[in-house]
């Protein structure tokens, strides 16, 4: 095969070989034999050449490739399986690319040149991105006829890659000179002319279109600046070749402003300045910022040496680096900064490690510091201060500074060491109270024993006396001497009355407070039957509540109901029968209106409410009062403890009691017990 042809031979090897060893008998090519001279031409063209080439075939564009393009394009599979088959089955990734431009040489039979084509190739297994400088030139015979197309590519990827890589720098760079409005500017030294980008004319004021020159820049430059600066700035960049200066300007508009221009110079082989490249970015709203930022702080110094407190500032590592008037005269020192110690210098011994612990822990967190601690003041004495420190920080959350102020708390801490002495003082006092008043509970429950055993004995031997000297039926008596003894006997019936009720009294305080539950209804009913005979005698109607248990000391609730009945059945309007009514309901504590109620209990609200003779309400609280009766002993009997007694049970069950009336109408006792 191709034995005739020259350049094949010498070119054999790799494909060429691959194509002498293939059998092409089954090919719709036909036999090698009978290829055409120009096909035979061509492959002889495309074998030897060092650079990739194809060769597309006939009607059914036959491909063929050298090992170049074998190699460069990633060409996979046995040359045997791919070598004469169609550009879909040698390029599977390639073809679609390639086969508009082939189709159109096809028709137009007219050379194609392709310079950074896009092709995308197997390599390695992935499907990457390649650039070639391609040409599709046309094959005929020796007729001229057409008959294929032979491919001559240059694999351009690698310039095109840098070259992209630079057009994205150069755009990214153009675009943060944009984002951050900052002009570049280039003045050939030898010349004078100068480029410049476009934010440079708007920042003088001029239209973005507008061509300025250096001597028209400059001319914008505040005369004090354009000398005293910018032109010194310029002889010390001819021994440096850094170019930098903030200056002055006046925009064409007039307006003032500032700039800051920053480049650097370039020398030729002689040594001589050739050019500047330089940019430039308008810094008014920086320098305004800056002169705000210095007279707030020119500001903050007169008014904090003003003031009487010392005030202070720290870096955010917690060194001073300000302090006021106030504080300097205080502690008559010259400096109080990191490198003289600072205020560990006049910190209190005794204080300056747990000082040091804080603030560290302020500083790590940028929590508020505070703490309180003794300051020595210029004579050498301490006086206690509360030191505050509160961190300023940025929007980031960084601490920028601190601000610290030191509140002189002498006199506080005076007063209040004054204050605990007499605390302790009067601690003493009520403990020694408190010891005497025990020693009055012990005489207190001597005479409860006394008033209950040796008080009574002379009385009832009064009252056996009395029942004597009033003899059988035939005890003749003066009719003022029974009148005395009646006299004598009612008195001491009374006093047995008044020492009992006082036990009573006495007991509701000394009495162990043991709660069980009751059925309030069992109990009402239990004191209406020890009353029956007087319920009787007066005609008395009584209505009860259903049951209701509650927990109560039984003796004591029992004492209340007996109390508060006994008191309805006797304050009664002389000809109309008492009507006595009880209530039992559960209440919750926020719909009672009184200052005792609490919200978030449950209450048992009792009421007991008569026909009987009432009372004024401007007698509502006192009537609970020990001793107080509001009626005639002689129409009323009774020794003024009862209601006390009710009040003093009510509040041993952690509740309270009220009272309503309309004279000649009746009364209501309400009572609320916390349910447990």
Same mark, same amino acid.
């Given at each position: 095969?191709?034995?005739?042809?020259?350049?094949? +031979?010498?070119?054999?090897?790799?494909?060429?070989?691959?194509?002498?060893?293939?059998?092409?008998?089954?090919?719709?090519?036909?036999?090698?034999?009978?290829?055409?001279?120009?096909?035979?031409?061509?492959?002889?063209?495309?074998?030897?050449?060092?650079?990739?080439?194809?060769? &597309?075939?006939?009607?059914?564009?036959?491909? #063929?490739?050298?090992?170049?393009?074998?190699?460069?394009?990633?060409?996979?599979?046995?040359?045997?399986?791919?070598?004469?088959?169609?550009?879909?089955?040698?390029?599977?990734?390639?073809?679609?690319?390639?086969?508009?431009?082939? @189709?159109?040489?096809?028709?137009?039979?007219?050379?194609?040149?392709?310079?950074?084509?896009?092709?995308?190739?197997?390599?390695?297994?992935? =499907?990457?991105?390649?650039?070639?400088?391609?040409?599709?030139?046309?094959?005929?015979?020796?007729?001229?006829? #057409?008959?294929?197309?032979?491919?001559?590519?240059?694999?351009?990827?690698?310039?095109?890659?840098?070259?992209?890589?630079?057009?994205?720098?150069?755009?990214?760079?153009?675009?943060?000179?944009?984002?951050?409005?900052?002009?570049?500017?280039?003045?050939?030294?030898?010349?004078?002319?100068?480029?410049?980008?476009?934010?440079?004319?708007?920042?003088?004021?001029?239209?973005?279109?507008?061509?300025?020159?250096?001597?028209?820049?400059?001319?914008?430059?505040?005369?004090?600046?354009?000398?005293?600066?910018?032109?010194?700035? &310029?002889?010390?960049?001819? =021994?440096?070749?850094?170019?930098?200066?903030?200056?002055?300007?006046?925009?064409?508009?007039?307006?003032?402003?500032?700039?800051?221009?920053?480049?650097?110079?370039? #020398? @030729?082989?002689?040594?001589?300045?050739?050019?500047?490249?330089?940019?430039?970015?308008?810094?008014?709203?920086?320098?305004?910022?800056?002169?705000?930022?210095?007279?707030?702080?020119?500001?903050?110094?007169?008014?904090?040496?003003?003031?009487?407190?010392?005030?202070?500032?720290?870096?955010?590592?917690?060194?001073?680096?300000?302090?006021?008037?106030?504080?300097?005269?205080? =502690?008559?020192?010259?400096?109080?900064?990191? @490198?003289?110690?600072?205020?560990?210098?006049?910190?209190?011994?005794?204080?300056?490690?747990?000082? %040091?612990?804080?603030?560290?822990?302020?500083?790590?967190?940028?929590?508020?510091?505070?703490?309180?601690?003794?300051?020595?003041?210029?004579?050498?004495?301490?006086?206690?201060?509360?030191?505050?420190?509160?961190?300023? %920080?940025?929007?980031?959350?960084?601490?920028?500074?601190?601000?610290?102020?030191? =509140?002189?708390?002498?006199?506080?801490?005076?007063?209040?060491?004054?204050?605990?002495?007499?605390?302790?003082?009067?601690?003493?006092? +009520?403990?020694?109270?408190?010891?005497?008043?025990?020693?009055?509970?012990?005489?207190?429950?001597?005479?409860?024993?006394?008033?209950?055993?040796?008080?009574?004995?002379?009385?009832?031997?009064?009252?056996?006396?009395?029942?004597?000297?009033?003899?059988?039926?035939?005890?003749?008596?003066?009719?003022?001497?029974?009148?005395?003894?009646?006299?004598?006997?009612?008195?001491?019936?009374?006093?047995?009355?008044?020492?009992?009720?006082?036990?009573?009294?006495?007991?509701?305080?000394?009495?162990?407070?043991?709660?069980?539950?009751?059925?309030?209804?069992?109990?009402?009913?239990?004191?209406?039957?020890?009353?029956?005979?007087?319920?009787?005698?007066?005609?008395?109607?009584?209505?009860?509540?259903?049951?209701?248990?509650?927990?109560?000391?039984?003796?004591?609730?029992?004492?209340?109901?007996?109390?508060?009945?006994?008191?309805?059945?006797?304050?009664?309007?002389?000809?109309?029968?008492?009507?006595?009514? &009880?209530?039992?309901?559960?209440?919750?504590?926020?719909?009672?209106?009184?200052?005792?109620?609490?919200?978030?209990?449950?209450?048992?609200?009792?009421?007991?409410?008569? @026909?009987?003779?009432? #009372?004024?309400?401007?007698?509502?609280?006192?009537?609970?009062?020990?001793?107080?009766?509001?009626?005639?002993?002689?129409?009323?009997?009774?020794?003024?403890?009862?209601?006390?007694?009710?009040?003093?049970?009510?509040?041993?069950?952690?509740?309270?009691?009220?009272?309503?009336?309309? +004279?000649?109408?009746?009364?209501?006792?309400?009572?609320?017990?916390?349910?447990?």
């Amino acid at each position: 095969m191709f034995s005739n042809n020259k350049n094949l +031979l010498a070119s054999k090897g790799g494909v060429a070989t691959a194509m002498e060893e293939m059998d092409w008998s089954s090919s719709t090519m036909g036999s090698v034999d009978h290829w055409p001279v120009s096909l035979r031409s061509a492959l002889g063209i495309m074998l030897s050449s060092k650079f990739p080439m194809l060769l &597309f075939w006939g009607k059914d564009i036959h491909c #063929f490739y050298n090992d170049a393009c074998y190699q460069g394009m990633g060409i996979t599979g046995n040359h045997t399986d791919l070598l004469g088959k169609t550009g879909a089955v040698v390029l599977p990734k390639t073809w679609n690319v390639m086969l508009p431009i082939v @189709n159109e040489v096809l028709k137009n039979t007219e050379a194609s040149w392709h310079q950074e084509q896009w092709l995308p190739i197997q390599l390695h297994g992935k =499907t990457v991105d390649s650039y070639w400088t391609s040409s599709y030139s046309p094959v005929h015979n020796e007729l001229g006829v #057409f008959e294929g197309i032979i491919v001559t590519l240059n694999d351009v990827t690698e310039k095109v890659e840098v070259r992209k890589k630079m057009e994205e720098a150069e755009e990214r760079s153009r675009l943060a000179t944009e984002i951050a409005e900052i002009a570049t500017w280039d003045l050939d030294l030898q010349t004078h002319e100068m480029i410049h980008s476009e934010n440079l004319a708007h920042i003088f004021g001029y239209p973005k279109t507008a061509k300025l020159s250096n001597a028209m820049m400059m001319s914008h430059l505040h005369a004090e600046d354009l000398s005293n600066i910018a032109e010194k700035a &310029f002889e010390v960049a001819m =021994t440096t070749g850094i170019y930098k200066f903030e200056s002055r300007i006046i925009k064409k508009s007039g307006e003032s402003g500032w700039i800051r221009s920053h480049g650097k110079i370039f #020398f @030729n082989a002689d040594d001589e300045p050739v050019k500047i490249i330089g940019t430039l970015i308008d810094i008014t709203l920086e320098q305004n910022r800056r002169e705000i930022l210095m007279k707030s702080e020119s500001k903050f110094r007169l008014l904090a040496d003003s003031m009487p407190q010392l005030i202070w500032t720290a870096d955010p590592a917690g060194d001073l680096n300000y302090y006021n008037r106030s504080l300097a005269e205080y =502690t008559g020192a010259s400096t109080l900064t990191k @490198n003289t110690g600072g205020w560990p210098t006049i910190l209190h011994r005794t204080e300056i490690k747990e000082y %040091k612990n804080q603030w560290r822990r302020a500083i790590m967190s940028g929590a508020d510091f505070q703490i309180e601690h003794r300051l020595r003041k210029n004579d050498g004495t301490y006086r206690w201060h509360v030191t505050r420190a509160i961190a300023q %920080k940025d929007s980031d959350g960084t601490i920028q500074m601190w601000v610290g102020t030191s =509140t002189d708390i002498q006199q506080q801490k005076d007063f209040t060491g004054k204050l605990e002495q007499q605390v302790k003082e009067r601690t003493a006092e +009520l403990e020694n109270n408190n010891i005497n008043l025990i020693k009055i509970n012990i005489e207190l429950q001597s005479f409860v024993y006394i008033s209950s055993h040796d008080l009574q004995e002379p009385l009832r031997k009064i009252q056996i006396f009395i029942s004597r000297l009033y003899g059988g039926a035939d005890a003749k008596l003066p009719e003022n001497t029974t009148l005395y003894l009646d006299k004598i006997n009612e008195s001491a019936i009374r006093m047995r009355a008044l020492i009992q009720d006082l036990l009573a009294y006495s007991r509701t305080n000394l009495a162990d407070n043991i709660f069980v539950k009751n059925d309030l209804r069992a109990m009402a009913e239990k004191v209406i039957d020890d009353y029956s005979e007087l319920i009787q005698e007066s005609g008395a109607t009584i209505e009860v509540f259903d049951s209701y248990e509650l927990k109560v000391i039984t003796f004591q609730f029992w004492q209340l109901l007996n109390n508060l009945l006994g008191n309805a059945l006797k304050f009664t309007k002389p000809g109309v029968p008492p009507h006595i009514v &009880f209530k039992a309901v559960r209440i919750n504590g926020s719909g009672i209106d009184h200052p005792d109620a609490d919200p978030a209990l449950t209450y048992c609200h009792i009421s007991i409410a008569d @026909n009987g003779i009432g #009372f004024d309400m401007e007698y509502k609280d006192k009537i609970f009062e020990v001793f107080r009766r509001l009626h005639n002993n002689e129409v009323y009997t009774g020794t003024g403890i009862g209601l006390a007694i009710v009040k003093k049970i009510v509040q041993n069950h952690g509740g309270f009691i009220t009272a309503s009336s309309v +004279l000649n109408q009746g009364t209501t006792f309400d009572i609320y017990i916390p349910e447990m």
